[in-house]
């Protein structure tokens, strides 16, 4: 063949992979040797004629004592890791818990291809290879005593020429086999040993759970360290600004400082306390609606004016939509500390059937200008409002104020098909 040079055709001879691919195959062979004595056990007793009766009902119990092993998931397991450490196939490990059954039948099916071709393949080495060696050394004159009286068609044990070249086709067959049988075990056992199309779904969706977990506490990072270096930086330049005539508001802004410090750094614990697998005990919980008064009390020691009205009862909203809210009402008050420094906020937190709106509002510095908004803030938001189902916009407002400068967000999340009750709050 054109372009297929010797060292390519022997390349399968030589591999290493061959080898390794012929001993999986013969772990087959291996295990198929008990099934092949008990055959022979039965054959014997069935010949003998004692009591076909109680043969065939033993030969039944143990039948099905046979099949089970091929249906067990440790079967499985065992052939997982035989078939990626001996045929090199990339197979993830098994899914804990209940197995399905088109993964059991699929094992099954292995297993028995396994046991049948190990079985093909050691029978072929037993007869083969010692046929091959004795025609090969015969040449040599050594050991011809099996060849006494031996005849295939033309030829007999006086043609050792012949027959030599016999034994080095036989040879090479024999690895040409192996070699071909252990690479379509490699091709075949992803099929049938991998993860079935309901268990690569089920994988996929336990993946994409865990990145949308971490986006969510990505969020949860951006927003509590965001609002707290917010908070800690205005306060330290205005404490800077005043740090020779008026020691009481630094006093009151280091404090400001230390206590926003403190519960940027409980809600780090809590994020972290996620992170990590099984330390789920001891970590902080997460804010919510609850907690709005003390996120309040934060910006107005900031010396941001802010008028906060809730007209519902925390306790009555689901808490992942309490802690989502919690959260934006957080973003916004961040947004309008930062961008629009001594600007009254005003942000009304209400129920509406089944519903929960969130509206916040500032006026923006200058006539009509600005964004009141930037970087990842407004963006965590709708993010936080897309994974709940809500809506949300968020730009100037210009019938809310006489010179139209105003900020607003408006954020509307669903909270299930029960009515909120609502009850003002102080």
């Given amino acids: ?49 004692s009591s076909p009766a109680v043969t065939l009902v033993l030969l039944a119990v143990t039948a099905v004592i046979a099949v089970v092993p091929a249906f ?10 035989a078939a990626r450490s001996l045929l090199a196939v990339d197979l993830p490990d098994p899914a804990p818990g209940p197995v399905a059954r088109e993964t059991r039948l699929r094992g099954a099916l292995w297993f028995a291809i396994h046991l049948v071709v190990g079985g093909a393949v050691g029978l072929a080495i037993l007869v ?13 004159g050594i050991g011809t005593e099996p060849l006494a009286g031996f005849r295939i068609g033309p030829l007999d044990e006086h043609d050792t020429g012949w027959l030599s070249l016999i034994g080095v086709a036989l040879l090479v067959a024999l690895g040409y086999a192996v ?44 927003d509590s360290v965001g609002h707290a270096l917010t908070v800690t930086t205005l306060q330290a330049a205005a404490a800077r600004e005043v740090l020779g005539s008026d020691p009481a508001f630094v006093a009151r802004a280091l404090r400001v400082v230390e206590e926003t410090g403190r519960t940027a750094m409980a809600d780090l614990d809590h994020v972290l306390g996620l992170l990590r697998d099984g330390e789920r005990a001891g970590v902080a919980p ?13 910006a107005r020691a900031a010396d941001t004016e802010v008028e906060l009205a809730v007209t519902v009862e925390p306790e009555e909203v689901p808490p992942v939509v309490s802690r989502e809210a919690y959260r934006i009402v957080q973003e916004c008050l961040t947004n309008a500390v930062r961008h629009a420094a001594g600007a009254p906020v005003t942000v009304r937190v209400a129920a509406d059937g089944d519903r929960l709106e969130i509206v916040a509002t500032n006026p923006l510095p200058g006539a009509g200008g600005g964004t009141g908004g930037g970087g990842r803030g407004l963006a965590g938001v709708r993010e936080r409002v897309a994974a709940l189902g809500g809506r949300m916009t968020a730009g100037p407002d210009r019938t809310a104020g006489p010179d139209g400068a105003v900020w607003r967000v408006a954020v509307t999340l669903p909270v299930g098909t029960r009515r909120v009750r609502g009850a003002v709050a102080p």
């Fill in 1 to 49: 063949m054109a372009g297929v040079t010797v060292p390519a055709v022997l390349a399968p001879l030589v591999r290493g992979s061959t080898y390794r691919r012929g001993v999986h195959l013969l772990l087959g062979g291996v295990i198929l040797l008990p099934y092949l004595l008990l055959g022979v056990a039965f054959g014997s007793l069935l010949r003998s004629g």
């Fill in 179 to 222: 070699a071909g049988l252990g690479a379509l075990a490699a091709t075949m056992a992803p099929v049938l040993l991998g993860p079935s199309p309901a268990e690569r779904i089920a994988a996929l969706e336990a993946q994409a759970g865990q990145l949308a977990e971490r986006n969510r506490l990505a969020r949860e990072l951006h």
């Fill in 286 to 298: 997460p804010r919510t609606l609850a907690d709005l008064a003390r996120l309040v009390a934060d």
């Fill in 72 to 81: 067990l998931s440790a079967t499985r397991t065992l052939e997982v890791v």
């Fill in 128 to 140: 083969a290879l010692p046929m091959a060696l004795v025609f090969i050394v015969a040449r040599l």
